[in-house]
Nanobody, 124 residues
Framework: QVQLVESEGGSVQAGGSLRLSCAAS????????MGWHRQALGKQRELVTL???????WYLDSVKGRFSISRDSAKNTVSLQMDSLKPEDTAVYFC??????????????????WGQGTQVTVSS
């Protein structure tokens, strides 16, 4: 199986910075996409950013220029640097990884695994 473990989030004032990291471990052949979703209280979960195995990135419009995603494919980790944080960034952040595993000697399809979620709170 595969496990994703996220670092702790935190609480900061508006304008501050936080860095989240997420490490995948277990039976991993390769990882295609890695990224972060977030879910604010009373709202639907939304995709914040992702990075492909080719290091192509995508960002939610509201975080462009403030958040930066990176990955270390050798270590199966993904990080999210969050700068100029705003109160509306307050949410539980979940990392994910689309993982290919060897199944019966063959490379299986990518399956999505999730981290446990970590709280980010930004006060005004």
């Amino acid at each position: 199986q595969v496990q994703l473990v996220e670092s702790e989030g935190g609480s900061v004032q508006a304008g501050g910075s936080l860095r989240l990291s997420c490490a995948a471990s277990g039976s991993i052949f390769s990882i295609t996409y890695m990224g972060w979703h977030r879910q604010a209280l009373g709202k639907q979960r939304e995709l914040v950013t992702l990075i492909t195995e080719f290091n192509t990135t995508w960002y939610l419009d509201s975080v462009k220029g403030r958040f930066s995603i990176s990955r270390d494919s050798a270590k199966n980790t993904v990080s999210l640097q969050m700068d100029s944080l705003k109160p509306e960034d307050t949410a539980v952040y979940f990392c994910y990884a689309d993982v290919r595993r060897l199944i019966g000697g063959k490379i299986g399809p990518a399956e999505r695994y999730w981290g446990q979620g970590t709280q980010v709170t930004v006060s005004s």
